[in-house]
């Protein structure tokens, strides 16, 4: 079945610095790949999603891109804010089994110093 | 429009108990989702219901189920309980139309098994 890896665990950056944050996966089916941020004591929430035949995709600050040969995709933040802080989560699926049956990679911690 | 609603919040069970977390979704959204969230294990998911039908199914024992009543609404039951059941159990909802990959994710149960 389908793995995603997702690196770092953790990330420490200064206001307004660059945060990138990479996954990896395993199954050539996957097509849809969402990112979600989750704030403490909430359930995760949709930033940025991408498909499998889209390169990069940009939404304001956030952007993330994939290379489908690689099996790579990831999540840029730009000008981060320290509302940014929280832990994000990469995600793959198959149109082929659902995208509701997303395979999480291990999230990442990220905080945002003032 | 008021988001996906989970109850309860927090509950305690003793091992060999069973439980049962109900999720109502977002009004007029078909598909309803579970999904564990463990720090072990991460974020998992369970099983996918759309129009009264289980629809697909992760990879857990059958003391994992659900069910979808006509109105959307879900719930799920854990029977003979174990300590590793210990997590918190979110509810996604999504529209289920034209492809659209958005799960919206409720506030979660949070389960602990003494």
């Known amino acids: 079945g389908e793995n995603v890896e997702q690196h770092p665990s953790t990330l420490s950056v200064q206001e307004g610095d660059s945060a990138v944050i990479k996954c990896t996966y395993s199954?050539?089916?996957?097509?849809?790949f969402p990112w979600y941020k989750q704030e403490l004591g909430k359930g995760p929430q949709l930033i940025i999603d991408i498909r499998s035949n889209v390169g990069e995709k940009k939404d304001q600050r956030i952007a993330v891109t994939l290379n489908k040969t690689a099996k790579h995709f990831s999540l840029h933040i730009t000008e981060t804010q320290p509302e940014d802080s929280a832990v994000y989560f990469c995600?793959?699926?198959?149109?082929?089994?659902?995208?509701?049956?997303?395979?999480f990679g291990t999230g990442t911690r990220l905080l945002v110093s003032p | 429009k008021a988001g996906v609603t989970q109850t309860p919040r927090y509950l305690i069970k003793t091992r060999g108990q069973q439980v049962t977390l109900s999720c109502s979704p977002i009004?007029?959204?078909?598909?309803v989702s579970w999904y564990q969230q463990t720090p072990g294990q991460g974020l998992q998911f369970l099983f996918e219901y759309f129009s009264e039908t289980q629809r697909n199914k992760g990879n857990f024992p059958g003391r994992f189920s659900g069910r979808q009543f006509s109105n959307s609404r879900s719930e799920m039951n854990v029977s003979t309980l174990e300590l590793g059941d210990s997590a918190l159990y979110l509810c996604a909802s999504s529209p289920d139309r034209g492809g659209s990959g958005e799960l919206f994710f409720g506030e979660g149960s949070r389960l602990t098994v003494l």
């Open positions: 995600a793959a699926s198959s149109m082929n089994t659902g995208f509701q049956k997303l395979v």
């Open positions: 009004s007029g959204h078909r598909s």
């Open positions: 199954d050539s089916a996957s097509n849809y």
